[in-house]
């Protein structure tokens, strides 16, 4: 945030009827008081991340491969537009090597220090028809790193969104379960955590489908759309409005919440108490068992008849 | 001769074959031993070694401490000397607690030593089966004698030699003898109180020797149907009025009389003795099933008593007389060993008897209290002095010796004789390593010297305080490289020699390195690079034993401690491998300093409780262990914390069983759980690990994870078969979770369960277990061989 945020030329890109919604949308924000807007960006590798941010801002900002990850570090492009400010912050694949890689989980952390973050968009494929232990992995460190509820605000992006479903489904069909599976998973994990049964995802967290091919069909407008007729780009701005005006309290990226409560400091208060249950209820207590073990001990005959014990028994 | 037949009331029962020359001047004769040491007891010890390094070593010991502990519970000859020829000697040998049939062939060894000139003897120059009385025999010649037998004349019948009285005669066949020594041995027989009346018959034989027939009328008297048993230690003999055939009837009258006033006071005067009632029934059941009371009876009931009281240990017990015969009432007095002295001293290298350097009072704290005087002696209290004493660590030979005490009859004096060892003691010990060198192939320069320089001063002041250090390296070129030390000063009876209160003071500086296994990787993890921690500082702690198994330590630690990786550099973080093979060094803080050296002070208890104990060679009992490490905010960051752990080992005995040597064990449950946890500050070299052969066995150390809070649970089943035994078990290991709350997730940063579970079968080959165990986790198994116990 050191140099001035660059004007939003890219808006001008989109056609003119996304640029009307677009900015409606915007405006809706001003009137309640958000300036600027902080969306987060995070998924696995070769999803789409990076694609998506430059279709959402119409510039080629974050250069994208199709076949290896890019960017290494997280990449922040902030715009504004007519006193609105957005950032948009691209993160490096989370998943290297079939393992979540912390490194890149440290380096985003970092990056986003002192930063506070409106909007999570977690970003998957639609074409990928399983969830497995990698989702949740995934999930788990995003979890595990901001705190559950990053998850109030945030909307799980599924990118390729222009697909043919497998016969016999619908692509409506196709795309509730796709949803419906990580949904689930996200939920697993949010009930998984430590002591958070109760706080249950208060509502849904949505689901926005992207496409972010240059063949992407397009409607009487020219604006992008998807198979079930959707035009997607404002939608996907429709929603993060949405969250950012329902959706509870920004995530502000402190120290406190990268590296978590500090356990050293956890009960130390209690530290005198603990020495003193101890002493008193196991010391102790050890001590008597001790006392009473000694006591009980069987002492050989001729002991007990050297005590006056016998008494002409043994 | 037949002096006691008149309505004697006293019996003296020779005890012991005698010797010829008992009854004369035992004060004169040396009374030699027959068997020095009938009781020996022998733990060798060697002084404990301080493990060195598994390398290609060679020894060389420049200096060694006296590398045994001879130990020796001695009873020597305790022959009643000079207890009066009434006595009847006493039954010289004192009846070592060993055999009794040895005692006797030793006293044939004895009288064949003495036997004069043993190779020659004289034919009897007579024809052939001619009887003969002993009185015709000619005191010139030496006679060997073919055979013996006996002949009673009650029953008229000839007795065996599995006969009681067989062991009255110390003559025996092929012996030679003259006639004096023949005429004494009638004599002595004739005047020990069995018989009536003893005869010697000689028959010749063709080759020269004779046939000895002696046969004799065993004494009776009227039977009885009491039995009492008297303790008269430490009183006076009582002595047979002599009745001379001189006197009038009234007189002899009046003189009965007044014996038997003054046996009745002797009887008041005793003290009761520590036959118990059932040994009472039985003399009793052998009273009434003999009707009179002869000889044998009462050689019988002796037997029966001495068996009772040698079998319970009291080895210096002896039925001295029988009196009051004749009466209902059979009184048998019993000498129990009583202990009128205790003598500690110190023996040089020649056994010569020194002022030591020990103080009296740290031996006589070991000394059950049962040897002091006024108790009475028993083997088993013997050998506690004797294993207490051989705790002490301080002497190199001990022996325990009770020996009968000359100036009060009855009366023992236990001896206590120690070789203390050499105070000041210094050991070198070398050992050449070899290293690969470059290459692998070993060069001259990969030969490392290395070993360690011991030192040892322990007795100081003679109160057991002793300094010992030692020195350790495998390269005394460079000994930097690791150089391993240890100072101790060991203060034992904190609370005076002579306070009960049994307290240590122990003060050690010292340094370790243990690779930590905090950054061990999880399965699958190709290789975690390994962190090293290097402890040094002292600590002082006193500890209290309650008895030898249960104590209560309690002390203050301070150390510094350094974390390294492998080459040897202070690292602050692990190391991880990255996916693309890199490594890097921003892994888990490894200090809680974060620069990778830690100083702190903390104290530090621990309680013991262990009731456990072999049941023929299987544990069972129960065991308790806490231990706490208290953080004072004194070091590095003012670490606070509350380390404990708590462990609970139950071995259940699952069948009941006879106890005894050579007897199975049972089989035995064990079940074991250990809980550890930290409040406060917890650098990783102190987090909890699991998994391991003392965690959760089939894991490798720390495999399963490093943690806050640990639980530990394991089920054991042990079935004795042969000489050993086969076990199954069964162990899971849990970080509740709190793998999180160590700084920096060591768990999970090394990609580790958290948590495991474990089962398997061994089998236990005398120090090594050989064990199969299936690890739950991956499902795999794999055999393991460990040595020494789990629990």
Known sequence: ?314 | MSSLTAPGQFFTPSLRPRRKSTAAASAASPNPSPSTSAFRLDLRTTPSQTPRQKCIKSRILLTTASAATGLLLQFGSGSGSGSGSGFGGGGGGGGGGGSWWRWVLGSIAYADDQGEEGRDWDPHGLPADIVWQLGKLSAFKKYKISEISFFDRIRTTTVGTEDSFFEMVSLRPGGVYTKAQLQKELETLATCGMFEKVDMEGKTNPDGTISLTISFLESTWQAADKFRCINVGLMQQSKAVDIDNAMTEKEKMEAFKSQEKDYKRRIERSRPCLLPAPVYREVMQMLKAEGNVSARTLQKIRDRVQKWYHDEGYACAQVVNFGNLNTKEVVCEVVEGDITQLVIQFQDKLGNVVEGNTNLAVVRRELPKQLRQGHVFNIEAGKQALRNINWLGLFSNIEVNPKPDDKNEGGIIVEIKLKELEQKTAEVSTEWSIVPGRGGRPTLASFQPGGTVSFEHRNLGGLNRSILGSVTTSNFINPQDDLAFKLEYVHPYLDGVYNPRNRTLKASCFNSRKMSPVFTGGPGVDEVPPIWVDRSGCKANITENFNRQNKFTYGIVMEEITTRDEGNHVSANGQRVLPNGGISADGPPTTLSGTGVDRMVFGQANITRDNTRFVNGAIVGERNVFQVDQGLGIGSKFPLFNRHQLTLTKFIQLKDVEEGAGKPPPPVLVLHGHYGGCVGDLPSYDAFTLGGPYSVRGYNMGELGAARNILELAAEIRIPVKNTHVYAFAEHGNDLGSSKDVKGNPTEVYRRMGKGSSYGVGVKLNLVRAEYAVDHNSGTGAVFFRFGERF
């Not at chain 1, 497995?132 to 705190?147: E, P």
């Open chain 1, 1 to 314: 945030m050191a140099s001035q945020p660059r004007e939003w030329t890219g808006i001008q890109q989109f056609p003119a009827a996304t640029q009307t919604k677009l900015l409606e949308l915007l405006g809706k924000l001003k009137q309640e008081d958000v300036s600027s807007l902080t969306v987060l960006v995070m998924g696995k590798g070769g999803v789409g991340k990076s694609s998506t941010v430059n279709s959402l801002i119409g510039e080629r900002i974050v250069t994208t491969s199709a076949f290896q990850s890019e960017n290494l570090r997280p990449v922040m492009v902030s715009r504004t537009r007519a006193g609105f400010t957005l950032n948009v912050i691209d993160t490096p694949g989370l998943i290297e090597g079939g393992y979540v890689n912390d490194q890149a989980l440290e380096v985003i952390k970092r990056f986003l220090l002192n930063k506070t973050i409106d909007v999570l968009l977690y970003v998957d494929r639609l074409d990928a028809y399983r969830v497995d232990t990698l989702d949740k992995q995934v999930v788990k460190a995003i979890t595990n790193s901001f705190g559950q509820k990053i998850w109030n605000r945030s909307i799980v992006v599924l990118t390729h969104a222009q697909l043919s479903p497998p016969d016999g489904l619908s692509y409506e069909e196709f795309c509730s379960k796709r949803s419906e599976a990580l949904l689930k998973v996200i939920q697993s994990v949010l009930n998984s955590g430590f002591g958070s049964r109760m706080k249950k995802q208060e509502a849904a967290t949505p689901v926005v489908l992207v496409e972010n091919s240059g063949r992407c069909n397009k409607n009487d407008n020219d604006e992008k759309i998807l198979p079930n007729g959707i035009v997607w780009i404002p939608e996907l701005v429709k929603k993060i409005t949405d969250v950012v005006s329902n959706g509870g309290e920004t995530i502000l990226v402190d120290k406190k919440l990268i590296e978590g409560p500090n356990p050293n400091e956890r009960g130390k208060i209690w530290i005198p108490v603990i020495l003193a249950i101890q002493y008193f209820f196991v010391v102790k207590r050890i001590q008597g068992a001790i006392k009473a073990d000694i006591a009980r001990e069987n002492k050989p005959l001729w002991e007990l008849r050297d005590m006056g014990l016998a008494k002409g028994k043994f």
